[in-house]
């Protein structure tokens, strides 16, 4: 019996995607076996089998089944074959990246003492009595109306469209309640890593004696297998985790729910650019299975599949709309007020304001708030203690030797990082140009945002929460407690803590450097900075006693932009129809469809005319007679990045099929260019990519 396997072959390389070997018998597809590749052997998946021997020849046998698993499920493979061809991927590739690393490397005699590892857990946790399950909330009219509806629909996508604090995570959890009684598997995304201990707490004390587990980068090797592995045997009935998690085996797969659908996060930017929330998508009407997109801003594509793009009928439509529109207990959201720093500025000096984070006008209600107990929460998103060191003399700025960027300044250790490749050398005592020592810091990062509160809060209760000091395991955890318990008066963060978080002690929000994304050339940045503020207002006044008094101020330069007039109002429909308007006029997502190739060389040159050579390969394929628009090539937003230049070329068409049966029949053309003159370090398509 011949078998084609997939195995994960290096990028690009000259071998198919699928391999053929040998066995003694038929197996079915999805079996997880190890073969040998070169001098290796490697872990495979079967695919497909014949009786029919393959071309080539010298086909090697399979050396081993690890047959203590049971096959992975055709719809998993089928999800797996569809991405593989819509994000332009070999299926290879993507499917054994899609396993734990460590089941890659298992033969089946570790395999074996693996899964009796794991039974071993399952039977201790199910001999420990559970704890007293978590009442069901008391549910508000529209928490009601949402479950309801979600009971008597066919499975579709739902996009639950309720502002912060409504409580969304209740109707998760109900409508989680109701899968599980129905004997199926949860599968819950959130966006990052952060969000997963507090939920994943949230759902154990709603489900006690339940399995669940969680899939994430941030567990050990061990763990993510042992996690898996419970999945893949249907012994996990509820499975958290980041985007990583849509792939997850799971056989009995009865309800999905995407938290914070908006967020970028859910989009794969390197590797195969996958989009877990539209893989999400798929693999519920694969499965006829509800998937529940949850968010306070969702995203225009997310709105214009739900309630459509404002010419076309509502009938259109691809998702069923669910609007919760008021918070739990009758809260209020925060009002939110804009403070214009060129009246601030005129007032009180520029040099009271440069040593201010936050306006003098601001610093009143700072400290009634300290003194009532309640908090304070400053968002800037931008870490470090300021973006660039200059000298006042010559001009010298903290370029990175390696990339098209500046070097990040960090007071704490006194160094000067590269956010984009690492590269970090302590601050130099003087400037390295002229010698002159007065070398001093420009803008602010949130370690300066610290510095200056703590200065103007003498006694101050100040905690910064952001990617430095939440490197150390359980670190975010113990700070979030701290904030949590009334110990922290005044938190300092970039959007780690603006979403998620159901901070009950936060009645004011100060937004401090909001303009930077207003007049960016990235057209979805509107899109991005509304939802980040909208989502930081939503920490404030979350308990219904505080939410009359709450607020949020955006320190701004531009008081009178439309964005900040739609936030004022906290009116995201209106915000959403304006900006649909623009990208309709423009040609843009969700009214075009985009893809990008990329290419990194040693030269900018080099890979340029890679893309040259790719844009003429494109047009001989009929490209424009396709109604695909290629676009030059340019230099990528950060040009270089640990001394390697990247460029990219956009192709748009008006409808997806277009665009995609072009890639398909494109990608001949590139792996032959990569192989030839024009070759360049690596290459990649992004299929609707984020940013261009």
Not at 303 to 312: P, T, Y
Not at 325 to 340: N, S
Not at 657 to 680: E, F
Request: charged share 20%; hydrophobic share 45%.
């Amino acid at each position: 019996m011949y078998l084609t396997v997939l195995v994960q072959l290096p990028r690009h390389s000259a071998l198919d995607a699928a391999l053929h070997y040998r066995w003694t018998c038929r197996l079915p597809v999805g079996t997880l076996v190890r073969v040998p590749l070169g001098k290796r052997l490697v872990a495979g998946i079967v695919w497909h089998d014949s009786t029919e021997p393959p071309p080539q020849a010298g086909v090697r046998d399979i050396a081993e089944v690890l047959a203590a698993l049971p096959p992975l499920s055709d719809p998993w493979c089928a999800l797996l074959a569809f991405a593989a061809g819509y994000y332009q991927r070999s299926v290879g590739e993507l499917a054994l990246t899609a396993l734990p690393p460590e089941l890659r490397d298992l033969d089946a005699v570790m395999l074996a003492r693996r899964l009796k590892r794991l039974n071993k857990r399952l039977d201790a946790a199910a001999a420990v009595p559970a704890a007293d399950a978590e009442l069901a909330r008391p549910l508000s009219p529209s928490q009601a109306q949402v479950l309801a509806a979600l009971e008597g629909a066919a499975p579709a996508a739902h996009l639950i469209h309720g502002v912060t604090g409504s409580g969304k995570t209740e109707v998760y959890l109900q409508a989680a309640d109701a899968a599980l009684a129905r004997g199926e598997q949860v599968l819950v995304l959130v966006p990052e890593i952060n969000l997963t201990p507090q939920l994943e707490a949230r759902f154990a004390q709603r489900f006690p004696g339940r399995c669940l587990v969680s899939l994430h980068s941030g567990l050990t090797p061990a763990q993510r297998l042992q996690n898996w592995l419970a999945a893949h045997l249907g012994e996990a009935e509820l499975v958290l985790g980041t985007r990583m998690a849509i792939f997850a085996s799971m056989p009995r797969l009865g309800l999905i729910v995407v938290d914070e659908e908006h967020d970028p996060s859910y989009k794969q930017q390197e590797g195969a650019r996958y989009s877990a929330r539209d893989l999400a998508v798929y693999r519920g009407r694969q499965l006829q299975c509800p998937v529940l997109l949850g968010s306070a801003t969702p995203s225009l594509e997310t709105w214009v599949n739900a309630r459509g793009d404002g010419e076309s009928p509502a009938k259109s439509t691809r998702y069923q709309y669910h609007a919760m529109a008021e918070r739990i207990g009758q809260g209020e959201l925060p009002k939110v007020r804009l403070l214009d720093l060129a009246m601030v500025t005129n007032q009180y000096g520029r040099n009271a304001m440069r040593d201010c984070v936050v306006a003098p006008p601001l610093m009143k209600a700072v400290h009634e708030r300290m003194e009532r107990g309640e908090q304070t929460l400053v968002l800037l998103n931008r870490r470090g203690y300021a973006p660039v060191l200059h000298c006042t003399s010559c001009g010298w700025k903290s370029a990175c030797q390696h990339c098209s960027a500046w070097r990040v300044f960090h007071k704490l250790d006194r160094t000067l990082r590269c956010h984009h490749c690492g590269f970090t050398e302590p601050v130099p005592r003087a400037c390295p140009v002229c010698k002159d020592p007065d070398i001093q810091p420009l803008g602010r990062g949130t370690e300066r945002v610290e510095e200056q509160l703590a200065a103007q809060l003498p006694g101050a209760r100040i905690r910064r929460i952001d990617a430095d000091t939440t490197r150390l395991k359980g670190a975010l955890e113990q700070q979030l407690a701290e904030v949590h318990s009334g110990e922290v008066d005044v938190l300092v963060g970039t959007q780690i803590v603006a979403k998620g978080h159901d901070f009950r002690r936060v009645s004011l929000v100060v937004a401090v450097h909001a303009d930077a994304a207003l007049f960016s050339s990235d057209f979805r940045a509107p899109e991005r900075l509304f939802s980040l503020l909208m989502q930081a207002a939503g920490r404030a006044g979350r308990d219904p006693a505080w939410s009359a008094r709450s607020e949020m101020w955006v320190q701004t330069w531009h008081p009178a932009h439309p964005l900040y007039g739609a936030l004022v109002a906290h009116d995201f429909e209106a915000f959403a129809q304006a900006q649909l308007g623009e990208r309709r006029a423009a040609g843009l997502p969700p009214f075009a469809h985009l893809a990008l190739l990329r290419a990194e060389a040693r030269t900018q040159e080099a890979a340029q005319a890679f893309l040259h050579a790719a844009a003429q390969a494109a047009e001989a394929l009929g490209a424009t007679d396709r109604g695909v628009m290629v676009y030059p090539p340019v230099p990528a937003s950060v040009q270089k990045v640990a001394d390697v230049e990247r460029a990219q070329m956009l192709l748009e068409a008006p409808q997806r099929m277009a665009l995609q049966n072009l890639l398909q029949d494109w990608q001949g053309d590139l792996k032959a260019l990569a192989a030839g003159p024009q070759r360049v370090m690596r290459w990649a398509i992004d299929v609707d990519p984020l940013s261009i």
